[in-house]
């Protein structure tokens, strides 16, 4: 379960940043999650309210994204979105089953569907008067 130790990257980083603006609450936190990386987003919320539990972010809403991958053909030119066989994976490989549409290639880069971010955070910040 990846979720967990991804939740939790994403929730320190956050804190960080929280620290960094000297924020009393966090609100809201976005991400874009691509399909390829085979995160959960029902685990990764489940992740976050455990992880969250007695920091500034506690109670906050967590809005997940996902990214459908795009990919770019060396072959043919083709860019758009594709459609993978679901979870066939070697692991051991990491081999994805996805190839050009157009043409058939496996000789493609993806530009989308591999990411995890955060997208943005919304907080409530300390006021001095």
């Known amino acids: 379960m990846h979720e967990l130790s991804t939740m939790d990257m994403i929730i320190k980083s956050v804190l960080k940043a929280a620290k960094e603006k000297e924020a009393e609450r966090i609100l809201e936190i976005t991400l874009e ?7 959960n987003p029902e685990q990764l919320k489940f992740a976050f309210k455990v992880l969250s539990e007695g920091t500034i972010i506690e ?11 795009r990919i770019e053909c060396m072959e043919c030119g083709f860019k758009g979105e594709v459609k993978y066989e679901g979870p066939q994976i070697h692991i051991l490989t990491s081999y994805l089953p996805i190839k050009c549409p157009e043409c058939g290639s496996f000789n493609i880069k993806f530009l989308s569907g591999r990411e995890c971010t955060i997208k943005s955070v919304k907080l409530m910040v300390k006021r001095g008067f």
């Open 59 to 69: 109670g906050a809403k967590l809005r997940i994204n996902i990214v459908k991958p």
């Open 33 to 39: 999650i691509g399909e390829l990386t085979f995160l």
